[in-house]
């Protein structure tokens, strides 16, 4: 994110512990590494956090999972319908290979299968290929009806100025 128009400001892990443990899911990770940002409802509910127009204190976690349960998703948004294919291809891929070992676990006893926990299910819809991640008890969509050439672009397609929040990733930093 260049340009001015918006206030950047980087996520302290120190501070927001609880949003890195969120954000360094293995899915989530994938999808910054392929040129992706979120935007919408989850980046708006941290960055009201971040930037103190919210409280933060014991229950910010609380309410971030709070907002998982209300069927509050993670938008992912990029610039080339092909990043989004990428990490979809994967986790599906993932999925699949899970569940082929479950089965053989299921039909050899001599198989170990007591720490496998459900792989994040994939699935589509009209606008995003979507990802539900059972650890977080959250789905990540990403976005393919839309694609923006920036981050900028994006925030401006948004029609409330209120919803216009993202977060994404440079180095080993969210911002």
């Known amino acids: ?6 206030r950047q400001i980087k996520i302290e892990k120190k501070a927001f512990p609880f949003v ?5 899911n293995s899915v989530i990770k994938e999808c910054f590494k392929h040129n992706m940002w979120i ?4 980046s708006r509910k941290i960055g009201r956090i971040v930037l103190g127009l919210d409280k933060h204190d014991k229950n910010s976690k609380k309410n971030i999972l709070k907002y998982f349960k209300q069927n509050g998703d993670i938008d992912f948004f990029t610039d080339r319908i092909s990043n989004v294919n990428t990490v979809y291809n994967k986790v599906f891929e ?5 569940q082929e ?3 053989q676990c299921n039909e050899n006893s001599k198989l170990k299968s ?6 994040d299910f994939p699935w589509l819809s009209p ?3 979507n990802i539900d991640i059972k650890r977080l008890n959250a789905t990540i969509q990403l976005v393919n009806k839309f694609n923006f050439n920036t981050i900028e672009e994006c925030l401006d397609s948004f029609d409330l100025l209120n919803c216009r929040y993202a ?3 440079k180095g080993s930093n969210y911002f």
């Open 1 to 6: 994110m260049n340009q001015s128009n918006y």
């Open 20 to 24: 890195y443990n969120i954000l360094e």
């Open 39 to 42: 935007a919408g409802g989850f």
């Open 94 to 98: 993932n999925y699949y290979a899970a």
């Open 101 to 103: 070992y479950h089965w």
């Open 114 to 119: 007591k720490n496998l926990t459900d792989p």
């Open 127 to 129: 606008f995003a290929n």
């Open 167 to 169: 977060i994404y990733k």
